[in-house]
């Protein structure tokens, strides 16, 4: 199955579009494995899919991550994300997309602005030859983000904010999902109306940032990367499940 095709299975079977930010943080690297674990198992059901960061990578090392949470999620029929921001030259971009999808991650997050020739080219490659998923940011959710993302871009003779670039690039990429802040719902509205109803949107910065799931998934966003909203709780298992929404994610 295809990425996409294995997160729509996990939301439709845990009627869900919370994605986890399993951004777990501890000294000790058993310990730290341990929670995760834990984590998972108690949020399973409430959730379509696990996003990594590289503060896990970090700690644990690719192929501690690979044996034992990628493999977890898989046996709980949960794709992963690698959210490695990947933003360098098209050598360097290829070997860390080869590296994490070949260690058994299902997508990875990239940032669009190193651009397509000798920059995404080669990720894109990477994943549509192994039926992974590539992930687009195109509006972060924290505040400082409009300084760059609101910036008038020119393109094609016609002026537009970036991020509404960066969503058109997406599309003609033929990318499996864009990344859109919760915090601003009405740029979400924008960029649905940009990108057509078949392209997932994934909204983080619910809950902790100040962003509101529901009026995320209004304004058009198709699946929540929660993260301190969930393992911050004192029981992880009820956050988890008091965002799950909507019965149906939207169709992609
Ligand atoms: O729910 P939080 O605030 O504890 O965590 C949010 C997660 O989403 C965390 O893992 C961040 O790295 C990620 N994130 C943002 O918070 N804002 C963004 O604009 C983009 C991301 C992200 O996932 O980028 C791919």
Redesign the pocket.
Same mark, same amino acid.
């Given at each position: 199955m295809s990425f996409e095709e294995k997160i729509l299975a996990a939301a439709s079977k845990n009627q869900t579009r919370t994605v986890l930010?399993l951004?777990l943080e501890d000294s000790d690297s058993s310990r730290l494995l341990e929670k995760s674990r834990v984590l998972i198992q108690s949020v399973k059901d409430s959730i379509c899919a696990i996003?990594i960061?590289r503060q896990l990578i970090l700690a644990l090392g690719v192929r501690t991550v690979a044996d034992n949470i990628i493999k977890l999620a898989h046996d709980l029929s949960l794709p992963t994300i690698m959210?490695a921001?990947l933003n360098d030259v098209g050598h360097t971009n290829e070997f860390m997309a080869r590296t994490y999808f070949d260690s058994g991650f299902d997508a990875i997050?990239a940032s669009p602005i190193v651009g397509w020739e000798n920059g995404l080219d080669k990720v894109f490659e990477a994943a549509n030859s192994r039926g992974r998923g590539v992930?687009l940011?195109t509006?972060?959710?924290?505040p400082g983000?409009d300084a760059f993302y609101s910036l008038v871009t020119k393109r094609n003779g016609g002026e537009k904010p970036m991020f509404e670039t960066l969503a058109n690039l997406a599309v003609e990429w033929k990318a499996q999902g864009v %990344?859109v =802040?919760a915090t601003r719902p009405q740029i979400i509205s924008r960029v649905r109306q940009l990108i057509g109803s078949g392209m997932p949107i994934?909204s983080?910065?619910?809950?902790?940032?100040g962003g509101d799931a529901r009026r995320a998934v209004q304004a058009g966003a198709t699946y929540l %990367?929660? =993260?301190?909203?969930i393992y911050?709780s004192p029981d992880p298992r009820t956050a988890a499940h008091a965002f799950r929404m909507e019965p149906e994610p939207i169709s992609t």
């Open positions: 930010a951004d996003k960061n959210d921001k997050i992930l940011l509006y972060m959710s924290n983000a %990344i =802040g994934f983080p910065g619910v809950g902790a940032q %990367i929660v =993260g301190r909203a911050a």
